[in-house]
């Protein structure tokens, strides 16, 4: 892709190419099929992907799939949609379910060099015995079984023979080390659970410690990438490796993970916002999912900038939601067709215009790039302007449509308002009766008074009702896990339904996944799902910060 990356991870396998450690790199995205991926994600996918481009190597896709119990396919299928949208392109599509036999015969191997037992204490024992970074851990009392013992323990595991939570295989390493991933961790666990690619072959399962480093050495991995608190993990996965004398030897290097402002970032707590009906759907444009920013009609380039201009470092920091909506805005601003849209209509009638006639103006799609063509707009005697562009009285501050007051309609007319009409009930203006004046089309009033306000309109009898729903942050506070509970700083306010809105006729044909500039309004996209009957069109992000 076109983003070159500059950073330490860029420097160390500079290094190992430049001295020959290896001839080539790869390196994989390992995702868990256990919710949707998020920017946190992204961050990782474009680090991964990118530098297997920038280096002329190789990433995978692999599917850390070891959790049966909170993994399904659903979950896979999106993560691979996903990433494709980002616009990357995996080499090889792995999954470490398949690797269960392998992995078993691993741990196998360990156990016959007397550097795995079988542990039959409860759960709870086994984390007591652990101690904690104060104290040492006690050793197990089944840690001295003899290599036949514990072959024979851990086949009973395979063939069903333990209740879950009866055994578990252990790693023989340190019960003093201080750090605790070295005190004789569990790499494997019995759980009867359906896997959705093994379905109900295994009735143990191996732990991501053990996993994940394997499974980087039997796809032939150079660079393990992952986030920080991975960085004490090192030395138990370095330890697989070594001692298993594998003929790769993958290195793990961490980085810091993604944290951005008014959102969460982490599977198990955007389950909770979908299950508990706190937002929509994984999909929900709300969300920090890349799902739900697609559906917000986020240009998947503006995510891999983001990635590339953030880097990458070993330092945490939380990104200001205010430098990823400059960079959507910065790319929509340039790239984004313009369309008219009035979204709280009022009626315009032009008195002097004729019933029948329908002129059709031609619009520039963008006012600074002509590449991106023009269109044919509609005008009539009939039109809908923007509530909120009149007023009955106002200073010359309000730029807008007043009483007896002229203004330009966007790429048409200048028209003058000589006549307000009033609901009859709520007194509400429903009606503008306006002059227009036909010797201004694409110029000012010959006379030479000045006409300052431009508003966009719509011709009533060729508009497209439709809903549009403006979004704003899903969190009150800039970091909700500052809070007791993530969830009670969920924004109530943070969807508002529009069903007013009034579109031009091109937008009939607006193709998913093209996000519009409705002028003066905000960006938009196209949303599949009807609502109330209706089109539907997402707010991406208002015109404006604050807007
Ligand atoms: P979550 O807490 O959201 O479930 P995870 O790390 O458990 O995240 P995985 O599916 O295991 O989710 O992650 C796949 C890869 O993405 C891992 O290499 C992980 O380190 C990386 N990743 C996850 N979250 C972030 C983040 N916020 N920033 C950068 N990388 C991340
Ligand atoms: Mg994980
Ligand atoms: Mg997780």
Request: hydrophobic share 35%; glycine share 6%.
């Amino acid at each position: 892709t076109d983003e070159t990356i500059h950073n330490f991870i860029q420097e160390i396998i500079d290094t190992d190419l430049a001295n020959g450690k290896h001839q080539a790199i790869q390196t994989r995205f390992p995702p868990e099929p256990n919710g949707y991926l998020h920017i946190g994600h992204a961050k990782s996918i474009c680090l991964n992907f990118g530098l297997a481009a920038q280096f002329g190597g190789k990433c995978n896709l692999r599917f850390d799939d070891t959790n049966p119990e909170k993994e399904e396919e659903t979950y896979m299928h999106a993560i691979k949609e996903d990433i494709s949208w980002l616009g990357y392109q995996w080499d090889a599509l792995c999954f470490a379910s398949d690797y269960f036999e392998t992995l078993y015969q691993l741990a196998v191997q360990l156990i016959e060099a007397g550097l795995a037992y079988v542990d039959n204490q409860t759960t709870e024992a086994i984390r007591l015995g652990r101690g904690s970074l104060t104290e040492p851990g006690a050793e197990s009392p089944y840690r001295e079984r003899s290599v036949d013992e514990n072959l024979a323990h851990f086949k009973k595991m395979r063939d069903g023979e333990y209740a879950d939570g009866d055994a578990v295989l252990r790693a023989k390493i340190d019960m003093q080390s201080p750090n605790m991933n070295m005190r004789d961790p569990v790499i494997y666990r019995v759980r009867r659970a359906h896997h959705f690619r093994t379905g109900n072959h295994w009735c143990i399962y191996p732990l991501y410690d053990f996993t994940h480093g394997l499974s980087d050495m039997i796809e032939g991995v150079t660079h393990s990438l992952c986030t920080l608190e991975f960085e004490d993990h090192r030395p138990l996965y370095d330890w697989f490796i070594r001692v298993l004398n594998t003929p790769c030897q993958p290195r793990q290097i961490e980085f810091a993970r993604l944290q951005l402002e008014y959102t969460v970032l982490s599977k198990r707590r955007l389950i909770q916002l979908v299950e508990k009906g706190h937002v929509d759907g994984w999909d929900d444009p709300r969300m920090p999912t890349i799902a739900g920013m697609r559906r917000r009609g986020v240009p998947p380039q503006v995510i891999r900038d983001f990635c590339h201009k953030i880097g990458i470092t070993k330092k945490d920091a939380t990104i200001e939601m205010e430098f990823f909506d400059g960079l959507l805005r910065d790319t929509l601003n340039s790239h984004a067709p313009r369309r008219m849209a009035v979204i709280n209509p009022i009626t315009v009638t032009l008195i002097n215009y004729p019933e029948e006639t329908v002129e059709n103006l031609t619009i520039a799609n963008h006012p600074q790039n002509a590449e991106m063509g023009t269109r044919q707009i509609p005008f009539s005697k009939h039109l809908y302007i923007e509530r909120e562009d009149f007023k009955e009285t106002a200073n010359n501050k309000f730029k807008r449509l007043v009483l007896g007051g002229e203004v330009r309609l966007r790429g048409a007319y200048v028209i003058r308002c000589e006549q307000i009409i009033f609901d009859e009930k709520t007194g509400e203006p429903i009606e503008l009766l306006c002059h227009y004046d036909s010797d201004t089309l694409g110029k000012n009033p010959a006379d030479g008074r000045k006409v300052k306000g431009v508003i966009h309109w719509v011709s009533k009898p060729h508009a497209i009702d439709a809903c549009v729903i403006e979004y704003d942050r899903l969190f009150t506070e800039p970091n909700p896990m500052k809070s007791e509970h993530f969830t009670d700083v969920i924004n109530a306010n943070s969807k508002r339904i529009i069903d007013t809105a009034k579109l031009e006729p091109a937008l009939a044909d607006a193709p998913i996944g093209l996000t519009y500039q409705f002028e003066r309004i905000g960006y938009f996209t196209y949303d599949a799902e009807k609502l109330n009957g209706q089109r539907r069109f997402n707010q991406t992000i208002s015109l404006r910060e604050g807007g």
